[in-house]
């Protein structure tokens, strides 16, 4: 069979000094299912003082559309922790979304397609023991109160965002 190159998305790439790990097929594949492939790039996700809330006076979305964009992009956050908050955060809205919350889930499409050979990279001569972080806050959710989490997770002692072009 040879060796594992692609899996359910998710390519693999063994090399020399370890192991890279990358969705940028997946990432292509997404931009263009959402008529987003020729879309302007952005370098970050979301500014850190905007706020995202019920937007009860906003322009409704079809439902459908926006949960399958949540669904895609929940998908891509096991690859790339750095959208993992702005994509959980615009999973909140599933029930009722607007136009706010998509033009938010797009601006995370835009960052993908600049990062889109961005992905893991796991040295091998890096001992693999697990280690998380977490950080919570009940305060900056001005709606409910509800928490906000943040996770992070390091397998080994160095986890990278690393460029597929090497």
């Known amino acids: 069979m040879g060796e594992l190159n692609y899996f359910i998305g998710l390519q693999i790439k063994k090399l020399k000094h370890g192991t890279f790990l990358c969705q940028p097929k997946?990432?292509?594949?997404?931009?263009?299912?959402?008529?987003?492939?020729?879309?302007?790039?952005?370098?970050?996700?979301?500014s850190t003082n905007y706020y995202l809330d019920v937007d009860k006076k906003?322009?409704?979305?079809?439902q459908t559309k926006y949960k399958r964009l949540i669904g895609s992009l929940l998908y891509l956050t096991a690859i790339k922790p750095d959208i993992k908050f702005n994509v959980c955060l615009c999973a909140r809205y599933q029930s009722n979304p607007k136009e706010s919350h998509y033009s938010v889930a797009k601006r995370i499409m835009k960052y993908l397609k600049r990062t889109i050979d961005v992905g893991l990279w796991y040295p091998s001569e890096v001992s693999l023991n697990l280690v998380?972080?977490?950080?919570?806050?009940?305060?900056?959710?001005?709606?409910?109160?509800?928490?906000?989490?943040?996770?992070?997770?390091?397998?080994?002692?160095?986890?990278?965002?690393?460029?597929?072009?090497?």
């Not at 997404?30 to 790039?41: G, S």
């Not at 709606?143 to 390091?154: C, F, I, Q, V």
């Open 26 to 46: 997946y990432c292509k594949e997404l931009l263009k299912k959402f008529e987003m492939e020729r879309c302007k790039e952005v370098a970050t996700l979301i």
């Open 58 to 62: 906003g322009l409704s979305m079809d």
């Open 132 to 166: 998380g972080y977490s950080d919570f806050d009940f305060v900056r959710c001005k709606l409910d109160r509800k928490s906000t989490s943040g996770t992070y997770h390091l397998l080994g002692s160095i986890l990278i965002l690393w460029n597929n072009k090497m």
